[in-house]
């Protein structure tokens, strides 16, 4: 449920129930941070983590908001990139903290994108086992996805967020005027998984980011706002629904199988949209040569990823992408599943939530996405 | 709530309401593991650990047991000692399964004592962001405590147990037949978290220790497991209350702020059993000084933990055990918190559960116990 502040200025996403937690989206709420870290935690000491980009932009600004309100904090950065989200630093940052003397009163804000979340968010959910976290995206792809939902963890050498924990946050504080300062190919990056819950759940919410392609790569705030609110609201209605993904949850992961394993493949080179893209369209090529999705689905995908992620070209062979899926999460009896659409906006629940391809079913799924980019014609087509 | 079977030769306590577990306490249970299991998790897949000692007495023949019974089964077994209880080896463990090809569908079987039911219950509790443990504790220490109330961890440079989840698990099964292999030493240590939740919650539990201290150490099958199903039933009672430890499960913690912090100072060459046994003493004598506990319980709670674990001597000074205290998880405020009783069988909540010392009088309870080893003399007395 999306509840509109008075002031119109900001929103914010309600999350479960008792228990739960809000996201709040909106321009300039980074200068209310310690007010808002102060309503949901007790905490008097907090740990700032940010990588080595964003700290100077938000992370230390935000850390100087909250000395400055009376908490004590500590500061904590690593160096910017997935290559860092690895148990290698979530020791040294878990040493740092307990180095600094934070005890169970302590809470961990983290201040940046999605490997910022995920990273920070697993230290947060095992230091001392567990303390709260308050997640500050900054990134499209962590206001829209990354921070809510309680997914953290890390990549391992044999796959991407292999290891981690469902960690609720106590708040998501999403300040759309942070965008201004990302990279525009991270802009677009992001964006995918904004049409990725489009394309399950609304096709309005995907129509919309069809029309409003310009401004969101320009990082326009009302339009942004309007977007991560929506986009984090289909999402929480999926949480809600089966928070620690028993069955329902599975949905998410629409165009992640095959996504991950191509990232895989690429050695992590390939940006996590990008990669994501080329996974819905291989997915929703599928579907649509079962007969499961409605053709042209594929088509409509591509077109709209395109324009936010440019053509996706990368070295990566499907045997490189095939041989990460047996190591993948979503492996069950030895076979990966993937989420079918019905159309745009419909997932298909004929299968589970999830389908079983045989591999060669993937293996020419993947084939065909990776060596024509992202416009991928089905086989009928 | 303690389930007697109708044969009553197992009994069983259920810990919490709907998505709780049983704990499952008797003779000759583990040759029924397989059909155990397989109530209780869709697990087609298993990951059995044990550590080096209990790995051939009791690991491999249960692997060997649920392999016959159709499960796949890969064994991972670790170097016996809370040395092993580290990040370190969670990693290899971790990348253990993983090489193994487990997938969400899997679970973990931990066989051992509380450093592996600890250790393997954090490697689950992590994996893929948390897959179903089974918990065989196959001592005393992880029978009446370590294996029940969800807590998982390991040990780091800045003290014991400062990283970790809460997992519960899918069931705990305590086949008091494993006694009868532990060595003499660490069934009168293991015994010692036993007398804890009678000196917090129960006198009758803690005379009945009293009166059976030799068929306890010498592991009768009938009287193990009655003090087993009473002791879990009492933890049970406390853990349902607060799983998480944000206030009233505090008082399980009895004798652990300066036990962690003794066990510490000596590098871990103190057994856990003696550290706490020690803590107890000094937490009693305390009270006692305050005027909060009853003049008298320091005194019967050393006769019976000298009766289990002998006069503790240690070369651990104050000092070195006082360094420890600030990283400990139970500090707020920068001050450690130790638990208090009234009398045996009644923790005293006069101040919210834990109590904060000066320091002066935290390091003079320290200084006496450590020089007397268990027998502490109240000062007044």
Known sequence: MILRDSAGAAGRVRVGGTGGYDVRVGSGLLEALPAMVRDVVPARSVALVSDSNVMPLHGAPSADRLEGAGFRVSRHVFEAGEASKTRRTWVRLTDELLEAGHGRDACVVAVGGGVTTDLAGFVAATYLRGIPVV?????????????????????????????????????????????????????????????????????????????????????????????????????????????????????????????????????????????????????????????????????????????????VRTGVTSRAALRFLSADKKVRDGRPRTVLLERIGQVSAGTGWTYAPPEDVTADALERVLSAGLRVAPERS
Chains 1, 2 share one sequence.
């Open 135 to 311: 997640q500050v995206p900054t990134s499209y792809l962590a206001m829209v996805d990354a921070s809510t939902g309680g997914k953290t963890g890390v990549d391992v050498p044999a796959g991407k967020n292999l290891v981690g924990a469902f960690h609720r946050p106590a708040v998501v504080i999403a300040d759309v005027d942070a965008l201004s300062t990302l990279p525009d190919r991270e802009r677009g990056e992001g964006l995918v998984e904004a049409v990725k819950h489009g394309a399950i759940l609304d096709v309005d919410h995907f129509a919309f980011v069809e029309a409003h392609v310009a401004e969101l790569l320009d990082a326009d705030p009302a339009i942004a706002r309007r977007v991560i609110l929506d986009s984090v609201a289909l999402k929480a209605r999926v949480v809600e629904q089966d928070e620690f993904e028993g069955g329902y949850r599975q949905i998410l992961n629409f165009g992640h199988t095959l996504g991950h394993a191509v990232e895989a493949g690429s050695e992590y080179e390939l940006g996590h949209g990008s990669a994501v893209a080329l996974g819905m369209c291989a997915e929703a090529m599928m579907g649509e040569n079962l007969g499961v999705t409605e053709a042209g689905t594929g088509a409509r995908l591509a077109e709209l990823l395109e324009r936010l992620v440019g053509p």
